[in-house]
């Protein structure tokens, strides 16, 4: 889905959310689910598709923080937002 970004995304506001990427250990469906839910608090996770039950920590493949721009209210983009760890500066990720 495109949106136009009727104002300039300088006053565009943003938000982050940290995600986790995972897989289910017994059938490999891919999930993606909020990283303090998934990793910080060791949820339990039950898989859709085959009714497993397991660790998401265990087969954590990726996570990364989303940078949303919102104006009026609404999503107008979504970028991929790496804060190094020694210089706590944010880059955008290189795919």
């Known amino acids: 889905m495109s949106r ?30 909020a990283a303090w839910y998934a990793v910080e608090l060791e949820a339990s996770i039950e898989c859709g598709t085959c009714g497993a039950e397991f660790c998401p920590s265990d087969t954590l493949l990726d996570r990364v923080m989303l940078e949303f721009e919102v104006s009026g209210g609404r999503v107008v983009n979504v970028s991929i937002v790496e804060v190094p760890e020694a210089e706590g500066e944010g880059s955008t990720r290189e795919n």
């Open 4 to 33: 136009e970004l009727n104002e300039s995304s300088e006053s565009a506001e943003k938000a982050w959310l940290d995600v986790a990427i995972f897989r289910c250990p017994s059938c490999g469906r891919l999930y993606a689910e």
